[in-house]
């Protein structure tokens, strides 16, 4: 009999359970129908899984009918087989609509299963606004006016969820207040005329004008009957009951005229004057300027007076509701015919004073004086003026209006001024230490020059018209030339500091005059005497180097003699050249071998040779020297030693050399004998080591031909017959015969030799 099992029996509705036949036999069997419990059904024409999603919750009844091969059909129900879970989400809202602003409820009606309770509900307001409650109420305030759709999903406990969505669900609304007026000013009584402009339509209005007066007219008039501020208020109500409001303020006022001038008292024609209102509460103005000056509508206008007068200006203010006020001004322009200025004396030899006086009109501000030699001078209505050149003058005055006015008056007669300009040139205004300066004449006169006579500052004159004067000492010297001409005139140029003899600076150098080579020499610039002024110094050096210091860095030169130089320029360009010879010497040298080998225990002379002039000789170290202060020591070190010669020469230049003296001890200091005879006489009785530097006889052995040892001794002195071999062998006279020996040396340079050898034993 078909069976069918299902991957899950309880679920959240809209989840998908599978569901499995099984115990079928596909070769018999043809198809199977579905049948979900939920009112619909699924043909299959295998035995594979299908899938099925139920809608709502419940508890669900599900059958497998089988059809085989001839049509035959088995059925099996499986009672309460699905359990399905979830809430059914629903709202409404009371109403669904309000006012912009104002919180809106919102009513949940959502359906449990029966069996699990609603724990969340999330709210998507269509706002751009979510918000997840966990309970009643369900409250959120529309900041905008506008159509939205709102979604509410809930989940309950066992987490099955589900959702509603609601188009174009809420709609708010608030009106968007406006008004306009005809004028925010008017005077009492004027009508005012309002214009409501607020949206969207339909609306009511009420409107409060603030004076105790009010309207529900859409677009009303009002007039006020006494001035102030009063608020206008607007009152609107939509279709929908929502209200907004707007305030604005009307001015009542009586207008108040008034203006500014830029000039009301001038001399000068035409006098332009700028006419500035200042009116309060006026919507138009209208000028009068004068008798005969005409009138303007402009708000600011600009009048040309061009005739000297005296002329009332009005000013008349119109402001709405037909109120009027006038402001009043006069303007002078003055007669400036017939002006004179007066001064003295008309002649006489420059240089010359002479006094002016001027009075002008009462506006006068400033005065500006033209005397007619190139020189003015301003602000004052009296003044003295001296006239240094000849020459005749005619002298202005320009009198100066608080606008700007210009006023230009001439002098009736020239000033004759007769005379010299005494000038001169010199050839040399600056010298150094002293020199001869040459004086050109360049007067210029009016009338023949009778004389010259000359003050050169240092006691010196002279009355030639171009001298030559010599200034022997520094100093500042202050020049006059003065000239007398054939009328009497006498008149003076001086020239401060005309001729300044600058004190070249004194300097000398210090340093070395003799070096070695190699050394580094530091020259100094000093000054023999003081100098305060600023000084540039330039050192030329033998090698090529140059500097700009007083002390420039130390130098090195090659052998030979130079010389240096050093030039030093103040500020007025004065210079003093110092010079220091410098011979540079060679150093010594030293002609000696590198090494030199010695037997140890042996000395030998240094072979060193020195070039010419070489006096003083110092060796280092002094061990095993004949002497440390002499050309050529005699060495006997025991160990080999390097050995450094600092020299100098009469020059006092030094230098040093090297020698290693290498100490040797094999083959060379020591002596070990073939043959022995001891038999008591004295002489050759015993078998030792001999020799010079050899410090330890470390080990001596004998063997006879067996390899026996027949002697040994070990550290004792070299040259120690008695530590030697006396030819007994265990306590008796060993047999004539040859013997071999091995000794290890140790020399007083710390080198081991070791020998080994045949030594015949004879009696």
């Known amino acids: 009999m078909p069976d069918f099992t299902a991957d899950v029996n309880e679920l959240c509705k809209g989840a998908q359970v599978t569901l499995t036949p099984v115990n079928v036999d596909p070769a018999v069997t043809i198809g199977f129908l579905w049948l979900f419990g939920d009112g619909t059904q699924q043909f299959s024409n295998s035995n594979a899984p299908i899938s099925h999603a139920y809608s709502n919750a419940g508890t669900y009844n599900v059958t497998l009918i089988a059809i085989d091969l001839n049509t035959c059909r088995d059925t099996l129900v499986k009672t309460a087989f699905i359990r399905v ?54 409250l959120h305030t529309y900041s905008l006016s506008d159509t939205f759709t709102v979604k509410l999903s809930v989940r309950d406990a066992i987490g099955c969820s589900d959702s509603i969505t609601r188009i174009n669900y809420i709609i708010t609304t608030k009106p968007a207040i406006s008004f306009t007026m005809s004028s925010p000013t008017s005077c009492p009584g004027g009508r005012i005329s309002f214009v409501n402009t607020t949206t969207p339509t339909p609306f009511s209005s009420f409107w409060d004008f603030g004076d105790g007066n009010t309207s529900a007219l859409y677009n009303p008039f009002h007039a006020y009957a006494d001035t102030g501020r009063y608020a206008v208020k607007l009152i609107s109500t939509d279709s929908s009951g929502c209200v907004d409001s707007l ?85 002078t322009v003055l007669d400036t015919a017939g002006l004179r200025f007066n001064y003295t004396p008309l002649q006489g030899c420059n240089p010359l004073q002479i006094d002016f006086s001027a009075a002008g009109p009462v506006s006068t501000q400033s005065y500006f ?58 050839s040399d205004s600056v010298l150094c230490d002293a020199g001869l300066v040459n004086f050109t004449d360049s007067t210029t006169s009016s009338e023949p020059i009778t004389s010259y006579s000359w003050n050169f500052g240092d006691g010196g004159t002279s009355t030639e018209q171009q001298p030559s004067h010599y200034y022997s000492t520094p100093g500042s010297y202050t020049i006059t030339l003065t000239t007398s001409t054939q009328s009497g005139c006498v008149n003076s140029y001086t020239k401060t500091m005309g001729v300044r003899v600058i004190a070249r600076p004194d300097i000398a150098i210090s340093g070395d005059s003799t070096s070695c080579i190699y050394d580094s020499i530091r020259y100094s610039g000093i000054f023999l005497q003081p100098d305060t002024s600023v000084v540039t110094w330039q050192w030329n050096f033998p090698n090529g180097n140059t500097s700009n210091v007083q002390n420039p860095p130390a130098q090195t030169f090659q052998t030979g003699s130079y010389t240096v130089f050093a030039y030093a320029t103040n500020s007025d360009g004065c210079i003093d050249t110092a010079t220091r010879n410098l011979t540079v010497y060679p150093l010594p040298t030293i002609t000696m071998p590198g090494q030199m080998t010695i037997a140890v225990g042996f000395a030998d002379t240094i072979p ?140 007083d340079n710390g080198e081991m030799i070791k020998l080994s050898g045949d030594i015949a034993l004879i009696l």
């Open 85 to 138: 879970n979830g809430p059914t989400a629903d709202f409404v809202a009371q109403p669904p609509g309000g006012c912009t602003g104002s919180p809106i409820s919102f009513t949940d009606q959502s359906l449990t299963d029966g069996t699990h309770a609603i724990t969340s509900w999330t709210w998507d307001f269509g706002d751009g606004t979510t918000q997840t409650f966990t309970g009643a109420p369900f």
């Open 608 to 747: 060193a040779s020195y070039s010419a002039g070489v006096n003083q000789w110092n060796w280092t170290p002094p061990y095993a020297l004949s002497c440390s202060n002499c050309p050529r020591p005699v060495a006997s070190p025991r160990s080999t030693t390097t050995y450094q010669v600092a020299f100098s020469d009469i020059n006092g230049c030094r230098n040093t050399g090297t020698i290693e003296v290498v100490v040797i001890c094999k083959d060379a200091n020591f002596y070990i004998p073939n043959t022995f005879s001891p038999n008591g006489d004295g002489n050759n009785d015993r078998f030792y080591p001999r020799g010079r530097g050899l410090y330890l006889i470390r080990s001596m052995r004998v063997f006879n031909r067996w390899g026996e040892v027949v002697f040994e001794n070990r550290s004792f002195a070299a040259n120690d017959a008695n530590a030697g071999w006396d030819g007994r062998f265990r306590g008796n006279r060993a047999q004539p015969d040859v013997y071999v020996y091995q000794i290890e040396i140790q020399c």
């Open 247 to 331: 305030v604005d303020y009307v001015n009542v006022i009586r207008p108040r005229a008034s203006f500014l001038v830029s000039d009301s008292f001038s001399a000068c024609v035409p006098l332009e004057v700028q006419f500035t209102n200042t009116s309060v509460g006026g919507v138009e103005s209208f000028w009068d300027f004068g008798p005969g000056e005409g009138n303007s509508g402009i708000q600011d206008p600009i009048h040309f007076y061009s005739t000297p007068g005296t002329y009332r200006v009005r000013l008349l203010m119109k402001a709405i509701g037909n109120c009027y006020d006038s402001a009043f001004v006069t303007i």
């Open 369 to 426: 004086w033209d005397f007619g030699d190139g020189t003015s001078q301003s602000n004052t209505p009296n003044i003295s003026h001296v006239y240094q050149s000849f020459g005749n003058y005619l002298p202005k005055v320009v009198l100066l209006d608080p606008p700007g006015c210009v006023i230009p008056v001439t002098g009736i007669d020239s000033i004759r001024i007769r005379g010299a300009n005494p000038l001169f040139g010199v």
